[in-house]
C-alpha cells in the first residue's frame, strides 16, 4: 500500500495537472441529536452510538471523534438492533456493548467492538434481571454489571464479566437495594454505583466496590439533590460527576457538576461556564485526561435534544469547560463571502422566514472546519455587501429587518477587531461592489426593504481618508441583484434586476480611463442573487440565481475568462447546484459556494462546496476536455461507471490513505462502492498510458 504521504504527493501532482474539475461537497459530519446513547473511549479517539432521536426513532449508527482535529467519522455501524439505555463498557482496545431497549421491549444481546480494526462480533447475551439502565463499569480487566430494569420494575441483581471465556458470573447482589439510571464509574481497584431511582425516589448516595475483596462501601453522597439520568466520567483519578434531573419533582433540568476525589472522599462543586450544562440522557467518555459530555436531552419529555461536545479539562492553567466540536455556521441565505490569507469567510444574512444574523466565521481549507470569530458589530442584516483591501475586510449596508441600513465597518485581520467606518452613501442593499488597486467600487442597489426603489449611483470609497467619491452614473440604468468581480484593471458588473425583468448582460469597468464597454452576455437566462467570485487564475465563476418572471432556482455555471470575452459551462458534478442568495469565496486554485436558498428544501442551506480551478495556462475552452480515465456520477449512493478507455486498475484510499478497494476495470465497467461508508475517498486509475487520481463522495 503506497504511504500517506505518496499518495498525497500524487493526489496532488496530478490534480493540478489534470484538465477537468468538479465540485465537491465539503460536509460537517456529526453524530445527530440524540438522547440515551452511550460513549467510550481509547488512548486515541471517543465513541459515541447509539440512542434515540427527536423523533422516537432509536438509532445504530457509531461516531469516532478525534481530539487532534475535533471532527467526527462515523465508522461501523452497531451489528445489533437499534436501540437505547445500554451496557457499555471497555476492556483493553475492545469496547463491549449490548442489552438496552428497542421502545418498551427489553433486549440482552451483547457484542464487541474492536477499536484497531472497527470491527463487531457477537457474544454471550447478558443474563441479568434488569434488561436496560443497568450500573456496569470494568476494572482490572473484568466487567461488573448489576440492577437496571426489566419493564416497570427496578432489579438489584449482579454480575461479573470475564471477556477471556465470554463468560458471566452472579455475584451478591447490590447493597441498596433495587435501583436504575445511576452512575457507574471505576477509579484504581474499585467501581462506583449510585445515584438512581428505586421506584419511588431518586437518590445521591455512591457506593463502592472493591474489586480485590469482594466488599461494598458508602461513600460520600453526592452534594446535589437526588437525580436519574445524570453522567460520570473519570480524569486524572477523579470522577466527575451531574446534570440529570430528579423524578420526585416536576423541576426542569439539573445543570450543577461535581468533581469526586477518592483519596479524600470528598466532592468539590466545578464552577461552569459549560453553557448547555442542563441536560440528562448524555453520553460521556475521557480522552487524554479530558471528560466530555456528547448529547442529551434538555427537556424531561426528551423532545429537544442535543448533539454538541463539550470538554471539561485543563485550559491554559485552569481546570474549564470547552467546546469540543468547531461546528459550522447554521444555515442561511442573503450572507456575504470573501477570503483573505488562504482563509474564507462569511458573515450577516437570514433564516428563510426567521431572524437575521451577525456571527462571523473563518473556514480553514486545509483542516476543512470553520473557526467562530468576532461577531460582526452592527445590527443583524442581510443582502449587506463586503470587499477586501489589504489586510482589512468592509462590511456593511443590506438590510435588518425591515429597515435598511447604510452604515458600514472595518475588520482587520491582523488584530481580529472590529471598528465603524463613514457611512455608504448610495443604495443601502443588494448593491454591486468589487475592488481594484486599493480601492473600492460600488454602485445601484435598493433604497428600501422591498423590491424598489431602485438606484444607479456609482462611488469609489478610499480607505486611505475613509470617504466615498461619487462617479457618473451606471450605464445600464437603475439595477440591483446582480453579479460584481474584479480582474485585471477592469471591474465587473452585470445580470440582476431592473425593476422589471431579470437581465444577462455583462458590463466592464476600465478603472484606468473611468470608460464603461458592454461584454459578452452571460450564456444562460437573466437571473438575480446569482453567484460569483474572481479566482486567482484570471477568471471568473457565475452561475445559479433565480430568474424571478418563472421563479426558478438556476442550476447552470459558468467561467468567464475576459482575454477571449467568452464563457465556458461548467455545471457538471454540483449535485445542489440549483440555489440563489448565497456567498462565494475563492481561496488558492479553488472557489467555495456556501448556503443560499432553493427549491429543493424548505428554508436555507448551510453547506459547503468547493470547485478546484487548475491554473494550466490553457484557455477555458481547452480546460475542460474530457479526461481519458474517470468514475462517475460523482457524488454516488456508491455504485460507479467507469469512463476509462482502457484497461486501468482501480485503487480507493480513505482520506487517512488506507487502501480500501482496488480492481481492474474496464471502458463502462460498473463499480460497487455500497460497502463503503459515507465519506469522501481518494482514487488513483492508473492506466497503460495516463495516470488520475481525484475526489469520489458516497453519499448515502
Known sequence: MKSLSLLLSLFFVITLSSTAQNWVEKSYNAPIERSNAVGFSNSNFGYVLLGVDANGNHLKDMWRYDPSTKKWTRVADFPGSARKNTICFTIGNYAYVGAGAIGVTGVRDMYRYDMTNDQWSTLVNYPGDGDRLQFNAACNGKAYVGGGRSGASDKRDFYEYSPATDNWRQLPNIPFGDRTSGISFTINDTVYFGLGYDGSQDHNDIW????????????????????????????NGKAIVGGGFRVSSSSAMLGDYYEYDPATNNWTS????????????????????????????????GGTLLNDLWGYGNVGTINAWFKAVLTPPTARANPVGFSHGGYGYITTGNVTGGPHKKDFWKYDPLNDYWIPMPDFPGDARRNAMAFVIGNNAYVGAGVAGSTVKSDMYRFNFLTNQWSSINNYPGGNRLVFHAVHNGKAYAGGGVTSSGSGPLVNSFYEYNPSNDSWRQLPNLPFGNRSSGVSFTIADTVYFGMGYNGSQVLNDLWGYSVNDSTWSQKASFPGVGRARAGF??????RAIVGGGINLSSAPYMNDYYIYDPTVNQWTNISNSFRDSSRAAYAMFSINNSAFIFAGTTNNVSGSLGDLWEYNLVSTGLHASDAFEQKSLSIFPNPSEGIFYSNVKEVAVLRVYSLNGKLVYEETIRPNSQIDLRALKTSTYLFVITGANSTESGKIVISK
Open 533 to 538: 467570485i474572481a479566482t486567482n487564475d484570471g
Open 208 to 235: 463502592a466496590y472493591s474489586v480485590n475483596d469482594s466488599t461494598w462501601t458508602q461513600k460520600a453522597s453526592l452534594p446535589g439533590v437526588g437525580r436519574v439520568r445524570a453522567s460520570a466520567v473519570v480524569i
Open 270 to 301: 466545578l464552577t461552569s461556564n459549560f453553557v448547555d450544562s442542563a441536560r440528562a440522557a448524555f453520553a460521556t467518555f475521557s480522552l487524554n485526561n479530558r471528560a466530555y459530555v456528547f448529547g442529551g436531552s434538555i427537556t424531561r419529555n
